[in-house]
Nanobody, 119 residues
Framework: QVQLVESGGGLVQPGGSLRLSCAAS????????MAWYRQAPGKERELVAA???????NYADSVKGRFTISRDNAKNTVYLQMNSLKAEDTAVYYC?????????????WGQGTLVTVSS
């Protein structure tokens, strides 16, 4: 069974930085797209950033210039470097990946990690 495990969330002051990590485990043949989503209280889940297996990226307008997504294909891990954090970045952040195991393609979600931006 393929799993995604996030880490790196926490409490940070406005203007601060955090780095989220998400590692995939299990029997994995390949991983195509990887992405970070977030869901703030009372709001729908939204795409924050995504990265292809080749390294192409796209970002939500609200985080462009502040967040950077990257991945280490050898470690099946995706990262989200978040700088200049704002209160409106407060949310549960979820990792998402398109994974191929020995039998099929799967869309896998992590359990989420809470990021709180507050003074």
């Amino acid at each position: 069974q393929v799993q995604l495990v996030e880490s790196g969330g926490g409490l940070v002051q406005p203007g601060g930085s955090l780095r989220l990590s998400c590692a995939a485990s299990g029997i994995i043949r390949s991983i195509n797209n990887m992405a970070w989503y977030r869901q703030a209280p009372g709001k729908e889940r939204e795409l924050v950033a995504a990265i292809t297996s080749g390294g192409s990226t796209n970002y939500a307008d609200s985080v462009k210039g502040r967040f950077t997504i990257s991945r280490d294909n050898a470690k099946n891990t995706v990262y989200l470097q978040m700088n200049s954090l704002k209160a409106e970045d407060t949310a549960v952040y979820y990792c998402n990946a398109d994974v191929k195991d020995p039998y099929r393609y799967l869309e896998v979600w992590g359990q989420g990690t809470l990021v709180t931006v507050s003074s």
